[in-house]
């Protein structure tokens, strides 16, 4: 099997698993498994809400575990999908939790 002159990655990604096949040094695939069933919804519960937005609010200021699904490349906290998690997260997470803002980012979309 030929090596890849450059490797394929998965969009947006630095943790997402993937496996790369190359045809020759200038022809590689890569199949990714990326799924996130749970940004925003901190607490896992299946339902973004209060308890998510203050869930987001301690991992934002208080240093709180930002869980991370182990096919997801972005923390269940980071719903702008920009690699942290900050008062940006907490202000979309309560539009989306309160107001009919758009759902949290999906990082396997590039
Ligand atoms: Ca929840
Ligand atoms: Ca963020």
């Given at each position: 099997?030929?090596?890849?002159?450059?490797?394929?990655?998965?969009?947006?990604?630095?943790?997402?698993?993937?496996?790369?096949?190359?045809?020759?040094?200038?022809?590689?695939?890569?199949?990714?498994?990326?799924?996130c069933p749970h940004q925003g919804d901190i607490n896992g519960d299946?339902?973004?809400?209060?308890?998510?937005?203050?869930?987001?609010?301690?991992?934002?200021?208080?240093?709180?575990?930002?869980?991370?699904?182990?096919?997801?490349?972005?923390?269940?906290?980071?719903?702008?999908?920009?690699?942290?998690?900050?008062?940006?997260?907490?202000?979309?997470?309560?539009?989306?939790?309160?107001?009919?803002?758009?759902?949290?980012?999906?990082?396997?979309?590039?």
């Open positions: 099997m030929a090596t890849c002159s450059n490797q394929p990655t998965c969009p947006g990604s630095a943790t997402c698993t993937g496996t790369a096949t190359c045809q020759n040094a200038a022809t590689c695939s890569i199949q990714c498994l990326c799924s299946g339902l973004i809400d209060v308890f998510d937005v203050i869930g987001v609010i301690g991992i934002a200021f208080s240093g709180d575990l930002d869980a991370q699904d182990p096919t997801c490349p972005r923390t269940r906290g980071d719903v702008t999908n920009d690699g942290v998690t900050d008062v940006f997260d907490v202000i979309y997470l309560i539009a989306t939790a309160f107001s009919g803002g758009a759902d949290p980012v999906n990082p396997c979309v590039p």
